[in-house]
């Protein structure tokens, strides 16, 4: 089959259309939902409320609330996983000893599945039979709150983030530095230019459109977080640690206000996509200069 062989349209239409109505009919049926009071208990008929359920929502503080929370853990978590990231990647692409054991070892964390590490994470930092606080009595600390104050059980599910996705990040950014000229560094050798300066002058700046990437691609996955928290603290001490999709969940399936949460569900859209575009705005210049 050639380039411009007609047959291909056979192939490819029907698979396109498809994809279209599994993916645009939720999406059309959303929106429309999201101006329309929906509850299925008690139930009631659909009534047409226009803007409504967004006011609703923007003047609601727990919207704002968690958005902020769910903008700390992302915002937290990205910035660890790649800094972290980074170093690792480097450390690998140095060819240390050892380093096929460590490229498997650093990557485990991300094939499990995120509620498994959540169970493990609870386990582990639980507040009275937890491992870790049985290991913090016997050297004579007390218990600490890890999952029952807001701070320590904010902080305890950034580390398990951090842990699970920074191999994500490794992987990306080591598949980067193997695809770097070696001729450039070998003419700063020339140079006397030291490790950091390499670093610095060569290997960040050829590496700033794959980081990009990386970190706007884990921001967007942050932010959809809700297995690790449903798990860990189900949102709380209270509702210190809910995200916006834990948000929804609790609105969409145990409240069953499906308008509201539409609705909810499209402000959460606006959000990421205005944090995206700020994010890329803030970074273009320096993309360009780098180009």
Same mark, same amino acid.
């Given at each position: 089959?050639?380039?411009?062989? &007609? ?9 396109? =259309?498809?994809? !279209?109505? *599994? ?21 009631? &008929? ?6 409504? #359920?967004?006011?609703? !929502? ?22 660890? +996983?790649?800094? *972290?990231?980074? $170093?690792?990647?480097? $450390? ?15 990557? =485990?964390?991300?094939?499990? $599945?995120?509620?498994?590490?959540? /169970? ?28 029952? +104050? ?6 305890? *599910? ?5 842990? +699970? ?8 950014? /080591? ?11 070998? $003419? ?45 603290? %189900?949102?709380?001490? %209270? ?6 999709? =834990? ?9 069953? #206000? ?13 959000? *990421? ?13 320096? =993309?360009?200069?780098?180009?």
């Amino acid at each position: 089959m050639t380039r411009n062989d &007609p047959v291909k349209h056979f192939f490819i239409w029907p698979a396109l =259309l498809i994809v !279209l109505v *599994i993916s645009i009919f939720p999406l059309v049926y959303s929106l429309t939902s999201s101006f329309m009071s929906m509850r299925l208990v008690p139930p009631m &008929p659909p009534r047409f409320v226009g803007f409504d #359920n967004y006011v609703s !929502l923007l003047q609601n503080p727990r919207f704002w609330h968690v958005t902020g929370t769910t903008t700390l853990i992302a915002f937290t978590a990205v910035a660890f +996983q790649y800094v *972290i990231g980074f $170093a690792v990647a480097l $450390a690998l692409n140095a060819r240390v000893p050892g380093e096929g054991v460590f490229r498997v070892g650093f990557l =485990l964390p991300m094939l499990v $599945a995120p509620v498994a590490v959540a /169970l493990v994470a609870r386990q582990v930092l639980n507040p009275t039979m937890g491992p870790l606080n049985e290991f913090m009595t016997l050297v004579g600390f007390p218990n600490l709150p890890f999952l029952t +104050q807001t701070s320590w059980a904010l902080g305890s *599910i950034i580390v398990v983030e951090i842990w +699970q996705w920074t191999p994500f990040v490794i992987l990306m950014l /080591l598949a980067g530095l193997q695809t770097l000229p070696d001729d450039v560094y070998e $003419a700063a050798a020339l140079e006397n230019a030291s490790a950091w300066q390499q670093f610095r002058d060569i290997t960040f700046p050829m590496m700033l459109p794959i980081s990009v990437a990386v970190v706007f691609i884990r921001l967007i996955e942050s932010y959809k977080i809700i297995d690790t928290v449903f798990v860990m603290t %189900g949102g709380g001490p %209270g509702v210190s640690t809910e995200t916006l999709t =834990l948000f929804a969940y609790q609105e969409g399936f145990k409240k069953f #206000n499906l308008g509201y949460t539409s609705a909810l569900s499209f402000l959460f859209l606006i959000v *990421i996509t205005v944090i995206g575009l700020v994010y890329l705005a803030i970074l273009k210049p320096y =993309l360009e200069k780098h180009r």
